[in-house]
């Protein structure tokens, strides 16, 4: 848990790094250009902060300590820079620093992004006051359902609380003392947060009103961020933290606190009582207690290094088994899969059938996994619906492939419970040592890259890592992270395509196409950065910008082209948010304009089981004027059934049928077919993709209404239209 901060002027306190030495270059495998930018660069000024005891911190007239200064010493060592330590402050910028530490969750200062690579990773813990009866055993989360559990305002723990133990009641605080102050008064039953900060929070001030009482799977990471301005420190920076690793042992050790027991005195008197009144007892009871003790301990150790749910071992066990086995692999040469297991769609038997079946599920799950991988072959809980296991045994490209056929077979049954049958599928990512990496954390992060690669790509599948997969998920987490600012820097803008209505050959309507120009990634593909979008949550900002940048356009339309029709696309995610929907049309009322000047261009998917909120958003559109037309189809779930219930204006035949429709009869039939149901329910056909004049007249002898394509017209920007 952060302690208040503050800052001042930047202090001048300065780490200072060794010459960088040929052999850690090698080893960390630097390219010439970053070994001449270090030469260059040896100075680097990095922002810490000064009350976040024991990550990092600064007590009075001392210098800066903790975790984080020690993690910088390492890096020195390993890269010759000398830090500069600058106070962190919230307005903080790349004009003062180059680097920030102890960066947690998505709060990343503007013009900085994270390190791949978190250098601690900590569990947060359950802490209690002495005298609450929940003290009197180890606590679980589960027990904390229906009880009022205090967690730090500002991070994401409540949340995942939230969805391991629905029925808990949230107390957020600002700082631990404002936690204890709660579990001494008795308004919380619980405080939970980070363990290391905590446990060393009640050891530096000697609280002895609070304990410990559990561990939670929910784990704190804490990166380092570098500039934007400087990608090859960011480069050097993500090879050494990947050399030095997360949870450097020694400084762990350095920073770690252990609190003691509250009834520990007590225990000490009793069993010194009961020693003596029992004197002629004492080797029995000594056998018996040693018995007790060796029990209690191995309990104590499966709980904290196993998952309470799957009784699998948890992240910080298989961290500590892949280590040993990646230095056996080392030592005795032989090759090791690491595999990534995710559950398809698991979220939605969560939200359908509650969190109780989704436990019951994953219980099922672990134990199909098992009944494949054996030992020695190791298999763990990764957190939420994942699982990782570790291929020691015959860990060759064709034994991995097959092992992964066989776990993806065993979920094809439905798993039943309480009567009901639940189909799971599984993505599997995979990476293998030393093929792909000889770093534990690296061999982690390939399985997961790969584990992605499968779930974009149809899920209930696997995929074996490879180096462009890696290329293009660095690609697309830059991209990502570029998005966020997208609008801002003024980055995106419009081009417009016309769409002709074949009977005159009139341009009729306009499509609005979405660009993005980078200034160091040049021209985005549309179809790359609205995928990216619609995953990270930017889409709905994305759209109103468009929707703002198509009314500002529709009066030079208007005057350089009469009734043009502006046609939108709009992504399923904005009806699930569709408040910039309705400000749109309100925006048209406001300024007069009529809604049928504009039409929507949706997907299929979108109107198979609309929600009542879909339903709502469409009738609106319709009750406005603004037309409808269904996008792209024939490629997904073309059905009668929506066209009939939902009023639709337009349907756009996807290029694919008209790209060989002049030589190809089965897209022919396919178009006749599509062009004569329109026709028989008054909806109008567009065709996409149109690139020759064979295909125009064709078309048009088939009763299509209008074309669009590079033929007539590519798009283009308003200017030049």
Known sequence: MAMCLSWSLPAQEILLGKLYAADNLQRLQFSAQEVDWIKQHRNIRVAVRNGWMPIEFQLENQKHKGVSIQYLQKISQLTGFTFTIVDYHNDITTNEVTLITGIRGNMVPMGFNLLATPYLETPNAIYVASNNKLYQSEITLNQLANKTVAVFRSGPVSQRLKELVPDIKIKPVDIADEAFEYLDSGLVDAYIGNELVLDYHLDFHKIKAVRKNGITPITSKVFMAASDADPMLRSILNKATLQIGTNPQDILDAWRRTTEHPLTKYLVSALSFFAVLLLIQLFKLYKTNKKQAVAAQHEIWFQANHDFLTKLPNRFQLKHELDQALQAATQHPNNLGVMIIDLDNFKEINDTAGHAVGDQVLINVAERIQSIIVAPNLTARFGGDEFL???????????????????????????????????????????????????????????????????????????????????????????????????????????????????????????????????????????????????????????????????????????????????????????????????????????????????????????????????????????????????????????????????????????????????????????????????????????????TLAQEHLLKEMGCQYSQGYYRARPTDLDDL
Not at 402 to 417: G, K, R
Not at 449 to 460: C, D, E, V, W
Not at 473 to 486: G, K, M, P, V
């Open 389 to 691: 296991i570790v291929i020691q045994q015959e860990a060759n490209e064709e034994k991995l492939r097959s092992l992964c056929t066989q776990l993806i077979n065993a979920m094809a049954p439905p798993i039943t419970i309480a009567q009901k049958s639940f189909v799971v599928s599984i993505s599997i990512g995979v990476s293998l040592f030393p093929d792909n990496s000889q770093q534990a954390e690296e061999l982690i992060m390939f399985a997961d890259q790969a584990l992605y690669q499968a779930k974009r790509t149809g899920k209930n599948k696997f995929i074996l890592f490879n180096e462009g997969m890696h290329d293009a998920f660095t690609r697309r987490t830059h991209l990502s992270n570029a998005l966020r600012y997208a609008v801002p820097r003024n980055q995106l803008h419009l081009q417009y395509q016309p769409i002709f209505n074949l009977n005159n050959l009139q341009c009729e309507k306009v499509e609005a196409l979405l660009r993005w120009q980078h200034p160091e990634f040049g021209t985005i593909e549309p179809e790359v950065f609205i995928s990216i979008a619609e995953e990270n949550g930017y889409i709905t900002e994305l759209g109103a910008w468009v929707f703002q940048q198509t009314v500002k356009d529709f009066e030079q339309i208007s005057q350089r082209f009469g009734q043009v029709e502006i046609c939108i696309n709009i992504s399923p995610l904005q009806f699930s948010q569709s408040a910039p929907i309705h400000h749109f049309i309100s925006n048209l009322a406001a300024r007069g304009i009529s809604g049928d000047h504009f039409c929507f261009e949706i997907t299929e998917g979108l109107l198979l089981e609309p929600s009542s909120n879909v339903i709502e958003t469409l009738n609106s559109i319709h009750e406005h004027g603004i037309k409808l037309a269904i996008d792209d189809f024939g490629t997904g779930y073309s059905s009668l059934a929506y066209l009939n219930k939902f009023k639709i204006d337009y349907v756009k035949i996807d290029q694919s049928f008209i790209k060989n429709i002049t030589d190809n009869l089965n897209d022919q039939a396919l178009c006749k077919t599509i062009i004569f149901m329109g026709s028989q329910l008054n909806i109008k056909l567009i065709a996409e993709g149109v690139e």
